[in-house]
Antibody
Framework: EVQLVESGGGLVKPGGSLRLSCAAS????????MNWVRQAPGKGLEWVSC????????YYADSVKGRFTISRDNAKNSLYLQMNSLRAEDTAVYYC??????????????WGKGTTVTVSS | DIQVTQSPSTLSASVGDRVTITCRAS??????LAWYQQKPGKAPNLLIY???SLESGVPSRFSGSGSGTEFTLTISSLQPDDFATYYC?????????FGQGTKLQIK
């Protein structure tokens, strides 16, 4: 069974840092590009970042560029999101999502349950 | 960036109704549009990809259409399990963008 499990969320002060993790299982992780998508309380979905299977390319939303870094460890089947200089507006549930790679362009087909990040003093 | 505008933001309907949700892109995105369903406290679930392709396991009462800049999601006969929030998302180019969402509620 394909599964994505996020962890690492919590309460952090403005200006602080947090590292999210996403553990993948049930598929050949290194072959798939992966994403982070977030959802602020009571709001819609916002795509945050994407990384290719071999880490050769990464993309970011303007709202997080320069503050967040996406990375992965294919040996550990894990995806990460390093979040620095956190702001109140980064408060959200963060989901990791897999790209379906059977056709180009890719799109997100499997999502984890999410981890909650709260930025507050 | 490609803007995606979804309407309506809220839709009230009854079981058995046929409903349509519209999504408009600020530029042509060919057919690179997906639709997701999200229930409270849950992750989004893929319904439709490539504008009109039904994801495996999704009931056939869901259908998508459109290309270029205008797209629709139609539910042919609403079931109790369908009351949820629906999002469209373009994947023509980064940054990927979502519509604002349509909350489908019971009339």
């Amino acid at each position: 069974e394909v599964q994505l499990v996020e962890s690492g969320g919590g309460l952090v002060k403005p200006g602080g840092s947090l590292r999210l993790s996403c553990a993948a299982s049930g598929f050949n992780f290194s072959s798939y590009s992966m994403n982070w998508v977030r959802q602020a309380p009571g709001k819609g979905l916002e795509w945050v970042s994407c990384i290719s299977g071999g880490s050769s390319y990464m993309y970011y939303a303007d709202s997080v560029k320069g503050r967040f870094t996406i990375s992965r460890d294919n040996a550990k089947n894990s995806l990460y999101l390093q979040m620095n200089s956190l702001r109140a507006e980064d408060t959200a549930v963060y989901y990791c999502a897999r790209d379906r790679i059977t056709m180009i362009p890719y799109y997100m087909d499997v999502w984890g349950k999410g981890t909650t990040v709260t930025v507050s003093s | 960036d490609i803007q995606v505008t979804q309407s309506p933001s809220t839709l009230s309907a009854s079981v058995g109704d046929r409903v349509t949700i519209t999504c408009r892109a600020s530029q042509s995105i060919s057919s690179w549009l997906a639709w997701y369903q999200q229930k409270p406290g849950k992750a989004p679930n893929l319904l439709i990809y490539k504008a009109s392709s039904l994801e495996s396991g999704v009931p056939s009462r869901f259908s998508g259409s459109g290309s270029g800049t205008e797209f629709t999601l139609t539910i042919s006969s609403l079931q109790p399990d369908d009351f949820a929030t629906y999002y469209c998302q373009q994947y023509h180019g980064y940054p990927w963008t979502f519509g604002q969402g349509t909350k489908l509620q019971i009339k």
